[in-house]
């Protein structure tokens, strides 16, 4: 019988007390590959990828072949010391599931359960993917070939949320999640006693000078009625008050909800740097780090569909959101590969990252119950 609540809870529990970062996740994959070898074999192939090694792909074989439907949960935890006090806290140091990626995998086994006992029409493609926090994982699965012989014609993926109610299922036509871009920028200039500041240069007011500057983007390059995010969150300079600071450091993110307001302000970024080096007589060395974090872009008619038979069903709660300025690696995978992100609700008063983040487990039955569903629909669709 397909894993059900029952099972799933203490599954979950399980994987919250085992958080690993990304691209280390192999205490998590072996876990993942235990429970996978106890589900019927009879339509499953299991793959390893040698290029992303804490990454697992599944193939469900429907009837036909000409047709793949993709699933992908990501498994990666945060770098965040819990202080939740659950008897299944992490008992990994300074790691947990900060993000809910343990809530992810325990849906996504929970409908490949379904499916490894209810033989789909089309193959099925799982995708067990490491490093979404930190490393572009979307993005290094899929450029490692590991998917070009089980590539899939329509991907999906949640991501769960604390502010809806336990098992709500969230969606919205066109874009859910902004892309993201690092900015992490390194100042040289010259140190120096504080009496004498004309002997030096002084890169704590080049760095005031240039978080300022960056901050006037969205206020003053950015359109009104769309919306953009430049956020520094970072700044160290100097050791003493004494002394005149010859380096400094600035680490930060872009936010946008389309890949090309992404790119406008990562232009203004290098503009205004360039200017603020010019002016400043310093060095600045600037890396804006995009990766795999590009906008999740929802697929009209997919999207449409899947939010077509959310509603129509009595028992989804489904909710019409907004689009959120997190990021997501789905985004990379999603400009591949047409499909649908959707948030499902886990009724949490604390947010997403937070080292007191516990979610409702009763919304995984209902993610899964939800999803088995409609995977089965659009399955069905290709007959």
Same mark, same amino acid.
């Given at each position: 019988? @397909? ?11 399980? &994987?919250?007390?085992?958080? $690993?970062?990304? &691209?280390?996740? !192999? $205490? ?6 235990? /429970? ?14 040698? @290029? ?29 010391? +819990? ?48 490093? +979404?926090?930190? *490393? ?41 999640? %902004? ?18 500041? !004309? ?6 007011? *080049?760095? =005031? *000078? ?16 769309? =919306? ?18 010859? $380096? ?30 010019? %002016? ?43 689009? @959120?300025?997190?990021? $997501? ?18 009724? =949490?008063?604390?947010?997403? !990252? =937070? +080292? !007191? ?5 009763? *919304? ?16 069905? /669709?290709?007959?």
């Amino acid at each position: 019988m @397909a894993l059900q609540q029952a099972e799933l809870i203490p599954i979950y529990q399980h &994987l919250h007390q085992i958080p $690993e970062l990304g &691209l280390e996740e !192999h $205490e998590t994959q072996a876990y993942l590959l235990q /429970l996978i070898s106890q589900m019927p074999q009879d339509f499953l192939t299991v793959k390893k990828v040698a @290029a992303v090694p804490t990454a697992l792909l599944v193939k469900v074989s429907g009837h036909k072949h000409d047709y793949r439907i993709g699933y992908r949960t990501d498994i990666d935890g945060l770098p965040v010391t +819990e202080a939740t006090d659950l008897p299944f806290a992490s008992k990994h140091p300074g790691k947990m599931h900060a993000c809910g990626h343990d809530i992810h995998m325990t849906v996504a086994l929970g409908i490949l359960s379904y499916f490894a006992e209810n033989q789909p029409e089309t193959d099925m493609i799982f995708l067990f993917q490491p490093a +979404e926090e930190n *490393a572009s994982g979307g993005k290094r699965l899929y450029e490692s070939g590991a998917l070009d012989d089980w590539m899939p014609d329509e991907i999906f993926a949640f991501h769960d949320n604390p502010d809806l109610p336990a098992g709500a299922i969230g969606c919205r036509l066109g874009t859910l999640f %902004a892309g993201t871009c690092e900015i992490h920028a390194h100042l040289t200039g010259k140190s120096g006693h504080a009496a004498f500041p !004309h002997n030096a240069n002084d890169m704590v007011v *080049a760095g =005031s *000078a240039l978080v300022q500057q960056l901050q006037t983007i969205v206020s003053r390059n950015v359109d009104p009625i769309q =919306s953009g995010v430049v956020t520094l969150g970072h700044f160290t300079a100097g050791t003493i008050g004494n002394v005149i600071a010859g $380096e400094a450091q600035i680490d930060g993110t872009i936010r946008a909800l389309t890949q090309e307001m992404n790119a406008h302000i990562q232009r203004r970024v290098r503009t205004i740097t360039e200017g603020i080096a010019l %002016a400043y007589d310093c060095n600045i060395d600037l890396t804006l780090h995009q990766g795999g974090y590009y906008p999740v872009e929802n697929n009209d008619a997919i999207t449409a569909d899947f939010i077509d038979y959310m509603q129509a069903k009595d028992d989804v709660n489904f909710i019409e959101t907004q689009p @959120a300025m997190t990021g $997501e690696d789905f985004g990379y995978l999603i400009q591949q590969i047409p499909g649908t992100m959707f948030w499902l609700g886990v009724d =949490s008063p604390y947010s997403l !990252h =937070s +080292e !007191h983040m516990v979610p409702d487990t009763s *919304a995984i039955m209902a993610g899964v119950n939800a999803m088995n569903g409609f995977l089965t629909h659009r399955n069905e /669709l290709q007959k």
